[in-house]
């Protein structure tokens, strides 16, 4: 995955000389420098496995992400810590490393032109689906997921909705299956909404938002890699694969948007971030709009 270096934090401290003894009593001190024969191996590991793009260059970004890992665990060097996260049957450390190098951040109806065309274009174009089937690729903690429920059911014509929501991450599905948001994050979502779909926590809850029980029914959530094949997952009226293939290399996104492309039914549409471009990338889906594409319709013309 291609990082920012605006996300390093304080990348300056990683060129320091290793104070192992004391990183591994948890004490303050300066992480062990990332050798290059480990970036590399950590590089090759993290592409192979999860498709991320760690060019280099990368190398003080890797290092001030995973040097917290160190910390947290009480490893002394970067190869301790990496064997670590290989060994680890329960995939917690897996979780964890993963985690460390890409990030989460989602928000309710974040890049709201896709929920509007989701009303007013895709409701018009497969309302009678029963139900609809959307994926929320890459869902997070499950904002995402949610506002897709959200919309559909906030127009009472349309019928049954039913959302996949994946991600590689462990941690962020917990956090997305208990559906538990502070009120500030729910500042994009519409009044009536709030008291519709959410219900507001008291005593010590409050300032808190749980999903209700019957919006969190259409949502399932599986852990999915989405550098392996998807095919399982099924056929689908829209996919949202938002703000994670910007992190892949090209072959990748290339085969990630053929396997999505395959995956929608005639006519239904794919959905990308605003800040990701399919330029470059291989596919047979026709260009709608700025981040939206659809699969060609079928005979019926849906
Ligand atoms: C920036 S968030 C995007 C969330 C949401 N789609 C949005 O646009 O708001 C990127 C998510 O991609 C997930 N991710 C990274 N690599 C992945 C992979 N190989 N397969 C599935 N999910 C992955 C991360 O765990 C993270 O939750």
Redesign the pocket.
């Known amino acids: ?1 291609a990082l920012a270096n605006s996300e390093t934090g304080d990348a300056r401290a990683v060129r320091r000389p290793g104070r192992g003894a004391a990183a591994a009593e948890g004490l303050a001190g300066a992480p062990p420098a990332l050798q290059p024969s480990e970036f590399a191996e950590i590089c090759r590991f993290a592409h192979e496995r ?3 793009d760690l060019k280099s260059g990368k190398e003080e970004l890797v290092s001030a992400r995973l040097s917290k890992k160190l910390r947290q665990h009480g490893f002394r060097s970067f190869r301790q810590y990496f064997d670590f996260v290989r060994a680890d049957a329960s995939g917690e450390a897996m979780t964890g490393f ?2 460390a190098l ?6 309710f109806l ?1 890049e709201p032109v896709h929920f509007d065309f989701l009303r007013q274009t895709v409701l018009g174009t497969f309302g009678r689906a029963r139900p609809l089937r959307i994926w ?1 690729a ?3 903690t499950g ?2 997921p949610y506002s897709i429920v959200c919309s559909v059911l906030a127009r009472s014509e349309a019928g049954a909705v039913s959302v996949l929501a ?4 462990a941690r ?1 599905l917990e956090i997305a299956r208990r559906g538990v948001y502070p009120a500030s994050s729910l500042a994009a979502m519409p009044r009536d909404w709030l008291s519709r779909f959410f219900q507001r926590g008291r005593g010590a809850s409050e300032g808190l938002y749980r999903i209700k029980a019957e919006v969190a029914a259409q949502v399932e959530f599986r852990r ?4 392996e094949s998807t095919a399982r997952a099924g056929a689908f009226h829209v996919i ?1 694969c ?3 293939m910007i ?1 892949f290399d090209k072959p990748t996104q290339q085969r990630l948007v053929r396997q999505l492309g395959e995956q929608l039914v005639p006519g239904g549409y794919l959905f990308v ?1 605003h800040s990701e471009s399919l330029a470059g990338v291989d596919h047979a889906l026709t260009y709608v709009r700025p981040a939206i594409y659809r699969r060609a319709a079928g005979e019926h013309g849906r």
């Open positions: 995955m999860f498709g991320l993963i985690d890409t990030t989460n951040h989602t928000s974040r929320s890459a869902c997070s904002e995402e994946t991600d590689i991450s962020v999915l890699n989405l550098i949202f938002r703000n994670v992190y971030g």
